[in-house]
Nanobody
Framework: QVQLRDSGGGLVQTGGSLRLSCAASGRSFNNYVLALGWFRQAPGWEREFVAAISWGGGRTDYADSVKGRFNISRDNAKNTGYLQMNSVKPEDTAVYYC???????????????WGQGTQVTVSS
């Protein structure tokens, strides 16, 4: 079983920056090659894919709405993934969830593990 703990959310002004972290743990985590990703859900909206990164970090994928502003990365030595959010907008306000899945090509459609979520609020 793999546990994901996401953190780093908070209140930020429009145009500001925030970095989210996703700490992975669990006896089996290092036995599997897992892609990491982020989803978000705003009130009244469906959960949506934000970004993903392959196990080795060589491949990334982003939603069009965050391309050029957000950057996903990971440090496998620390079992931690990150989402650097820059030039944030009020429409980025949501609960952000870290996820892990078997493959970056499919993680936007199928996820094996979820974090508990961290709230990001962007003030205008």
């Amino acid at each position: 079983q793999v546990q994901l703990r996401d953190s780093g959310g908070g209140l930020v002004q429009t145009g500001g920056s925030l970095r989210l972290s996703c700490a992975a743990s669990g006896r089996s985590f290092n036995n599997y090659v897992l892609a990491l990703g982020w989803f978000r859900q705003a009130p009244g909206w469906e959960r949506e894919f934000v970004a993903a990164i392959s196990w080795g970090g060589g491949r990334t994928d982003y939603a069009d709405s965050v391309k050029g502003r957000f950057n996903i990365s990971r440090d496998n030595a620390k079992n931690t993934g990150y989402l650097q959010m820059n030039s944030v907008k009020p429409e980025d306000t949501a609960v952000y969830y870290c996820v892990a899945g078997s493959n970056i090509a499919t993680i936007s459609q199928s996820q094996d593990y979820w974090g508990q979520g961290t709230q990001v609020t962007v003030s205008s």
